[in-house]
């Protein structure tokens, strides 16, 4: 009986699996002709600042702020406009 | 009655220490009375000052061979926070620049260690995880930097971005779409935004964030060439080879115009 049970399991699982080849097969369409090279070209932009600027030992309480202020700012643009990345701010 | 009342309440605020500002520099550590050993540390730790201070001068005229040797003095002299952070931060980001990458993921680490809020030395983390080729991680950091700064841009961005280097597309298109209120107006946003939706098989989406892409930064040629992919991959033969063929007008790259040549090549176009 239980070699039975392990046989109809082991069927059951291969007739699953078959199943869910064949419509992966069947779903997916094909890569149309140039799709490989096309996908060398598509590569992920970086952020504007992969690093940031050093930090004095005053900094993350005083003026030397930026590179903190930089990576607490909710926006993608310069915390201080004009600012070139990596150069503190002046008051 | 009321009198020592209100002196109560002026007693109170007297207390209630001053928020740390911007805008203000911090002055050195000063000595303050103590015994011996608090004496020398705080020695150490006002000389650590002084020597992170001298080293973000040499970084800032770009000698970073010299700043480097300041900012392991500073290291070595093991001083009080936030000061022993900020040194291992700084040494950190010297290694970074000079690619030795391993070394600079530990000292990354100990600046976290001994302060998880310092948020550049998260971004640095990440830098060289990818650089390393280790998405894993890459991905963990990105998530712990933006769990140390929900409001954060930059932690969401690197977090799609290491998503997206990862293969994880559905997560780096979540991130991206996140940052959409108040960056839409970002061409990097739109476009890595674009490319994960076409990764993860949603053309018409990424077909949208790819205009918009262009729509914001016109002479973008990595936009016209994800604009010609997604065509290619909806089997719209025609549109992709006049979206890459605009890529290829576009671009300063000459890798990107031998591979918009060899597309154009297989579309029949050239």
Known sequence: ?91 | MKAVALMLVFAALATVPARAQYGRETPPPTSQRGDGLDLGRQAQTRRAFEEINQGFALYQRNDLAGAEAKFRSAVARDPDEPQGSTAYYDVGLVLARTARYDEAARAFDSALGRDPGILPAWLGLVYVDLQRGKLVEAQRDARAMRASAPASALARYEEGYAALRAGEYDLAASAFAALLPGNGNVASVRYNLGLALLRAGRLDDARVEAQHAIALAPSYAKGYFLLGSIALRAGNRSSAAQAYAKARTLTSDPSMRLLCDDVLGQLGAR
């Open chain 1, 1 to 91: 009986m239980l070699r039975y049970l392990t046989l109809m399991a082991l069927f059951a699982a291969l007739l699953i699996g078959s199943v869910a080849v064949a419509a992966h097969a069947v779903g997916a369409p094909p890569a149309p002709p140039g799709w490989e090279i096309a996908t060398r070209g598509l590569a992920p932009e970086p952020p504007g600042h992969v690093l940031l600027g050093p930090i004095s030992a005053a900094g993350r309480k005083a003026w030397d702020c930026w590179p903190q202020l930089e990576a607490e700012s909710a926006t993608l643009d310069p915390v201080f406009q004009g600012q070139p990345a990596g150069e503190s701010p002046r008051p």
